[in-house]
């Protein structure tokens, strides 16, 4: 073997290593992505405690979007596969129809298994006073309807603010405390 056939050689390995390092880095997160188990994350509630006091409006509103931040957020930490609800959407309508889906009595599980999703996450804002209100999530098996995580924020003011500051405390409360894809 001469020095020409071992420098033309050299290339070749570098670019093989970079290629076989680049799977190995690649396929983990992959295969994370892959073993992520679905969740259907239906929309919020409110329970407004003090209706006749001081009546709900900017919340309805802010109920669409803590959801949109919850689905985000969840993907984006890899908590879990978050599924598409349009498929359901006329189940879910008929649900909300009748009853708050947090307080449904199982319709949840219904809708997850028509996405055919792992988990299914309920949750609901209780307007306690207009200053005082708390974000509540629960995730269940759809399959066997468990309860597998409550979780809980209390917020202090009503702003579109505080609520995103409340989900993003609840996600990162469920990263740092490894109660993901459960």
């Given at each position: ?80 596969r978050v599924v598409d609800l349009g498929p359901a959407s006329e189940l879910?309508?008929k649900h909300q129809s009748e009853m708050q889906l947090h307080a449904c ?78």
């Amino acid at each position: 073997m001469d020095i020409n056939s071992i420098v033309l050689r050299a290339p070749l390995r570098l670019a093989c290593t970079a290629i076989l390092c680049a799977a190995l880095w690649i396929s983990p997160a992959q295969a994370h992505a892959a073993e992520l188990k679905t969740i259907a994350i239906l929309d919020f509630d409110l329970v407004d405690d003090q209706h006749e006091l001081s009546p709900a409006t900017v919340e309805y509103q802010r109920l669409r979007a803590i959801r949109d931040q919850l689905q985000k957020e969840f993907a984006e930490s890899g908590l879990y596969r978050v599924v598409d609800l349009g498929p359901a959407s006329e189940l879910i309508k008929k649900h909300q129809s009748e009853m708050q889906l947090h307080a449904c009595n199982g319709c949840e599980l219904d809708i997850a298994r028509a996405l055919h999703a792992d988990r299914v996450l309920v949750g609901w804002v209780q307007k306690v006073s207009n200053l005082i209100l708390n974000i509540n999530i629960q995730i269940e098996d759809a399959a066997t309807g468990t309860v597998l995580l409550n979780k809980s924020v209390d917020l202090r003011g009503n702003t579109d603010e505080t609520w995103r500051r409340g989900v993003s405390s609840l996600v990162r409360s469920m990263v740092e405390k490894s109660q993901g894809n459960r």
